[in-house]
Nanobody
C-alpha cells in the first residue's frame, strides 16, 4: 500500500524559506503524479502545486507561483516543495498526495493517497 510521509514544516518569519519533503513508499514512485495541498484553520483544502511522474510537467496555484517550486527525485522516492518569500497567509497544514498515472490534476478528489500533513506557520 502506498504511504506518504511529509516533513520539513515549522515556524518561520515572513520572507523566510522552508523546504517540505514527501517520502513515498509501497509502490513505484515514478508511476505516480504528486501534488501538494494545504488547509488553513476554518478553510477548505486548497491546491498548491502538482508535478507529473517524470518531473517534466508542473502547475501552481496563482497565490504561490513564483515563490514555491515543486520537484521530485524518483531515485530517492521523494517529492519536495521549496517555499520562498513566505507570507503569513501561507500558514496552513501542508499535505502531499499521490495519484497513479500520467495526469497531474489540481483537484484534491483526484488523488488516492495522502500524507498526514505537516504544519507551516509564518509569523509577521
Amino acid at each position: 500500500q502506498v504511504q506518504l510521509v511529509e516533513s520539513g514544516g515549522g515556524l518561520v518569519q515572513a520572507g523566510g524559506s522552508l523546504r517540505l519533503s514527501c517520502a513515498f513508499s509501497g509502490r513505484t514512485f515514478s508511476s505516480y503524479g504528486m501534488g501538494w495541498f494545504r488547509q488553513a484553520p476554518g478553510k477548505e483544502r486548497e491546491f498548491v502545486a502538482v508535478i507529473n511522474w517524470s518531473g517534466g510537467g508542473t502547475s501552481y496555484a496563482h497565490s504561490v507561483k513564483g515563490r514555491f517550486t515543486i520537484s521530485r527525485d524518483n531515485a530517492k522516492n521523494t517529492g519536495y516543495l521549496q517555499m520562498n518569500s513566505l507570507k503569513p497567509e501561507d500558514t496552513a497544514v501542508y499535505y502531499c498526495a499521490a495519484r497513479l498515472g500520467s495526469a497531474w490534476p489540481i483537484a484534491a478528489d483526484e488523488y488516492n493517497y495522502w500524507g498526514q500533513g505537516t504544519q507551516v506557520t509564518v509569523s509577521s
